[in-house]
């Protein structure tokens, strides 16, 4: 099968922006386990931030966002903990994003070897 740089982006960053919102939306009108409820979201939009960024470099790991994405991620929760932000510091949150970036890299590495010559499209 083959998938062109949209799809890519359909696949792994709208759907799961798309995902974590309606999830977001519907949190007080669907019964959920606490895990789902305080983590899914982050999970979902973390993979979906990391996988943005990758494919922006055409799938090659570049370094210097990778790290970038990690502090970012870690600042935006120590800023939260310290009351410079809305929203709670934790822990877990951090751990979630670093979890759905380690799947967006290993997912990456499927993609990128999927890559035609051209780097027009995927073959999944």
Not at 27 to 35: G, K, R, T, V
Not at 100 to 109: D, K, R, V
Request: aromatic share 20%; with cysteine.
């Amino acid at each position: 099968m083959r998938i062109n740089r949209s799809s890519d982006i359909l696949i792994n960053v709208f759907f799961p922006v798309i995902i974590g919102y309606s999830l977001y939306v519907l949190l007080d009108h669907i019964s959920l386990p606490n895990f789902a409820r305080n983590y899914f979201s982050d999970a979902v939009w973390a993979y979906a931030f990391l996988s943005a960024i990758l494919i922006m470099w055409n799938r090659h790991l570049n370094f210097t966002w990778i790290v970038i994405s990690f502090l970012l991620s870690t600042c935006f929760e120590l800023l939260q903990f310290l009351s410079w932000v809305g929203g709670t510091g934790d822990i877990f949150d951090v751990l979630t994003y670093y979890f759905s970036f380690g799947i967006a890299l290993s997912l990456n590495a499927i993609f990128r070897r999927a890559y035609t010559r051209n780097n027009k499209s995927l073959t999944i």
